[in-house]
């Protein structure tokens, strides 16, 4: 059996596949592990874990009945978690369709932060999400006007969007 040395001086016999190709990346034709294996310790880890688990959640209702403080907040962290923000409560408009609609609830929740109503925080929440909307009317509101251009020069019909003038003048 004939033997050869690889880029990093390991001598392997003429049948093995060559691993790494001396500077730490897969030799061509081994991709390396499969996508989704796991490695052996982790899938030891997870059977200890499953068997275990059902034993050890029990145990902590059972401290946490018995009085446990940690194991009460362990308990009810994990059966009622707790919200990372409450409800915000501003008078915003009751509809938000055109960007001027989302200019004006921005300007109510600036005055709203500035008088103390709200957090900046909570302030900067709720402008994230008008945002959002902001730029789904925009992007929306550009693919119809596209749309009737094409329309109008006879261009595709593929982005044909129902359309009205009236929606353009809000």
Not at 3 to 8: A, M, P, V
Not at 62 to 84: C, F, H, S, W, Y
Not at 108 to 122: K, L, M, Y
Request: hydrophobic share 40%; charged share 30%.
């Amino acid at each position: 059996m004939s033997t050869e040395t690889d880029d990093r001086g390991h001598e392997t016999t003429a049948g093995e596949r060559r691993l790494h190709d001396g500077r730490g990346k897969f030799a061509p034709g081994n991709p390396g592990r499969p996508k989704g294996s796991r490695h052996v310790v982790l899938k030891m880890l997870d059977e200890i874990g499953d068997e275990n688990a059902k034993a050890v959640w029990l145990k902590a209702i059972e401290l946490a009945i018995n009085g446990d403080t940690v194991a009460q907040k362990l308990v009810l962290d994990r059966v009622m978690p707790g919200r990372k923000m409450n409800p915000v409560k501003i008078d915003l408009p009751a509809k938000i369709e055109t960007t001027a609609d989302v200019v004006d609830a921005m300007m109510r929740v600036t005055t709203a932060v500035a008088r103390g109503e709200i957090s900046p925080d909570e302030g900067q929440a709720v402008k994230d999400v008008l945002e959002g909307a902001r730029r789904a009317i925009e992007t929306h509101t550009l693919a119809r006007r596209l749309a009737l251009i094409e329309q109008r020069m006879g261009g595709s019909q593929a982005l044909a969007l129902p359309y009205s003038e009236a929606e353009d003048e809000r």
